[in-house]
T-cell receptor
Framework: AQKITQTQPGMFVQEKEAVTLDCTYDTSDPSYGLFWYKQPSSGEMIFLIYQGSYDQQNATEGRYSLNFQKARKSANLVISASQLGDSAMYFCAMREGRDDKIIFGKGTRLHILP | NAGVTQTPKFQVLKTGQSMTLQCAQDMNHEYMSWYRQDPGMGLRLIHYSVGAGITDQGEVPNGYNVSRSTTEDFPLRLLSAAPSQTSVYFC???????????FGSGTRLTVV
């Protein structure tokens, strides 16, 4: 079974609109972390945001926020006021327990339209 | 510049050849890992290490060997390359159990 599920292979969004990228996860470990990475066409992997399973508040980093719904095992990325430079592939990922290995979802390709 | 350095950036191999993908980091990170990225598959973990002398298998370890003799270096060895190993390979590091993993720029490998 997939540990990380990203159900949107691709999305098209108008510039300046808010974007929500979906991510659901599956784990039985009470201690885990959830990440989002951005991969632009240049190929580099850029860390965006992190949420720990025990964090009480949703993580925010500038225009990025993580909508963490623990009971639903959901960790959606919200990008406010999208920009053309946000066009990229976005990966949700999870770390379980203490060994720190990260499992990635298959990604969502986001296209921002002018 | 501090970070994760991968070499080479591009490589073409013939089936059956062997090679080593190099990965070095200068951040004194304990945790290092190798991923492969294939179209539509996201990144899949090959091997990882939580410190010098300690390695473990990830999701797709077959056909790959690793060792970790120093904190800085984590090479990935392909003993007998196969076309199915054509992929982009990423090395990453972090301070255990840090939330932020630093990725190298990737190695694009083609096996013909």
């Amino acid at each position: 079974a997939q540990k990380i599920t990203q159900t949107q292979p691709g999305m098209f969004v108008q510039e300046k609109e808010a974007v929500t990228l979906d991510c659901t996860y599956d784990t039985s470990d009470p201690s885990y972390g959830l990440f989002w990475y951005k991969q632009p066409s240049s190929g580099e992997m850029i860390f965006l945001i992190y949420q720990g399973s025990y964090d009480q508040q949703n993580a925010t980093e500038g225009r990025y926020s993580l909508n963490f719904q623990k009971a639903r095992k959901s960790a959606n990325l919200v990008i406010s006021a999208s920009q053309l430079g946000d066009s990229a592939m976005y990966f949700c990922a999870m770390r379980e327990g203490r060994d720190d290995k990260i499992i990635f979802g298959k990604g969502t390709r986001l296209h921002i339209l002018p | 510049n501090a970070g994760v350095t991968q070499t080479p950036k591009f490589q073409v191999l013939k089936t059956g050849q062997s090679m080593t993908l190099q990965c070095a980091q200068d951040m004194n990170h304990e945790y290092m890992s190798w991923y492969r990225q294939d179209p539509g598959m996201g990144l899949r973990l090959i091997h990882y290490s939580v410190g010098a002398g300690i390695t473990d298998q990830g999701e797709v370890p077959n056909g790959y060997n690793v060792s970790r003799s120093t904190t800085e270096d984590f090479p990935l060895r392909l003993l007998s390359a196969a076309p199915s190993q054509t992929s982009v390979y990423f090395c990453a590091s972090s301070s255990v159990p840090g939330p932020r993993h630093t990725f190298g720029s990737g190695t694009r490998l083609t096996v013909v």
